[in-house]
């Protein structure tokens, strides 16, 4: 079905962006993926992290078709890049706080550490914990 759909949206020879995620989810996604690599002019990204299904198995099923990409939080030099604010202030936040870009945006303690809880619950408990 996921095939099919993405085969008749492509309407020409123009390069065409593929995001999915949460592809563990996805019956037979394996299958589907490969299918989808031999469309010449469709980039595929696979994105999200889960405990079931690690960047390892992406790279063992799809070896030499694809690139991993890892992303990791800002380093202090790119959160003090957009900070808006003094350098120990910068500096106390990167501390406390960490590097996700996300934080830079909130002007309160409140906020950021919501945020931050919020991502450890989401992330860490429901996607870690509990599905292992």
């Avoid at 999200?48 to 799809?62: A, C, K, P, Q």
Wanted: proline letters at 2%; a negative charge.
């Amino acid at each position: 079905m996921c095939y099919q759909y993405v085969k008749a949206a492509i309407k020409n020879k123009e390069n065409y962006y593929l995001l999915l995620d949460k592809i563990q989810f996805m019956s037979r996604f394996e299958e589907v993926l490969n299918s989808l690599l031999r469309i010449n002019n469709l980039d595929i990204y696979v994105t999200g992290s889960n405990s079931r299904f690690l960047s390892s198995d992406i790279v063992t099923e799809f070896r030499g078709r694809g690139d991993e990409i890892r992303v990791y939080p800002l380093s202090f030099a790119e959160f003090y890049s957009v900070y808006d604010g003094e350098y120990e202030e910068a500096w106390n936040d990167y501390m406390i706080y960490g590097g996700l870009p996300q934080v830079v945006g909130f002007q309160t303690e409140r906020q950021k550490a919501e945020y931050l809880k919020n991502i450890f619950t989401k992330v860490y408990l429901k996607e870690t914990i509990f599905k292992v």
